[in-house]
């Protein structure tokens, strides 16, 4: 067998064809590739393209431009899940795609003689890479509108949200929580509190995601300063679907906090786990070091002192 092709089906990963070998080429195999994939439906493949080495399978992410949104989510922020599955160790090299013409014999070597010339991505920057593209088509389909988002999410921001949002500035609590309702898909209110910098990672669940306004306190050149922060925390084992959810929501729902509460943030952060969460880290991404370029020295000419 040369390879298999799977898609996901109610958040299960299911293979739907096998590629047949029916040559010692790899490139005459994967001709019938044209022939199983859709022109708008995402697909996962994973091919052996070097038959006698322990990490001889290549894991191909074919994601075509025309796939809806949510299915360009789902694909892309669940691809290493897969690898990782499967085991890392078996797998020589990943390929993004966005035709079919990408994986014809023509297309892979095409592939295999851009790898020569610039070193490919990492696993993890593909993956953002493709978050990111699908996240921007969400956020640029939300023109317009206020309270609700798209591609899913049915319904607007709670007023507890929006109260204690317009409080963040100016109240005693300076860390406001927010969830979204898996079976609702409504926005609310996770929790109130006053934290410190140091209690901070505490105060956020590592269980659930969460997107957190944090108000932090601090002095700097003996000045005080209360920047606010916005944190999307989402761990790993969640299922596809929460972190889908949350990862196409983010832009959109950051959008709708600038229009209807007028709220400046200072900063975004992304964490998978609360406890990466730090004051140094916290310092260093509002503030990052300057680096200190030295002049150009002219060497001395031999002979001198």
């Known amino acids: 067998m040369r390879g298999l092709v799977a898609g996901i089906k109610d958040e299960q990963l ?46 191909v992410t074919y994601i075509p431009d025309t796939a809806n949104v949510r299915q360009k989510m789902l694909f892309a922020s669940t691809r290493l899940t897969l690898v990782r599955e499967l085991g890392p160790e078996k797998f020589r090299e990943t390929l993004f795609a966005t035709t079919k013409a ?22 993890e920057e593909q993956t953002l890479q493709g978050v990111k593209e699908a996240e921007a088509e969400t956020s640029r389909g939300t023109t317009g509108r206020k309270s609700h988002f798209t591609h899913g999410l049915k319904s607007p921001i709670s007023n507890d949200v929006i109260e204690a ?92 906090v600038r229009k209807e509460v007028e709220l400046e943030v200072s900063k975004k952060l992304e964490v998978s786990d609360p406890s990466e969460i730090s004051s140094s880290a916290v310092h260093e991404q509002l503030y990052p070091a300057i680096e200190q370029k030295q002049g150009f020295s002219r060497p001395r000419r031999p002979g001198k002192k």
């Open 14 to 59: 299911v293979f739907t064809q096998s590629i047949t070998s029916k040559s010692t080429d790899f490139f005459d195999d994967i001709e019938v590739i044209d022939t199983l994939l859709q022109d708008n439906e995402a697909a996962y493949l994973t091919l052996r393209r070097y038959p006698n080495a322990p990490d001889g399978f290549v894991a």
């Open 102 to 123: 990408e994986l014809t014999a023509e297309g892979w070597r095409k592939h295999d003689q851009h790898g020569k010339l610039k070193a490919p991505l990492t696993e």
């Open 165 to 256: 949002l317009k409080t963040l500035p100016n109240g005693t609590d300076n860390l406001v929580q927010i969830k979204i309702d898996m079976t609702t898909e409504k926005v609310e209110l996770a929790g109130v509190s006053s934290v410190g910098i140091k209690e901070l990672s505490g105060a956020i669940s590592p269980a659930e995601p969460r997107y957190s306004f944090f108000r932090y306190f601090h002095e700097l050149d003996g000045e005080t300063k209360s920047p606010i922060i916005f944190i999307s925390s989402c761990p790993s084992g969640l299922k596809v679907k929460e972190r889908m959810l949350y990862a196409a929501s983010r832009a959109v729902f950051l959008d709708s």
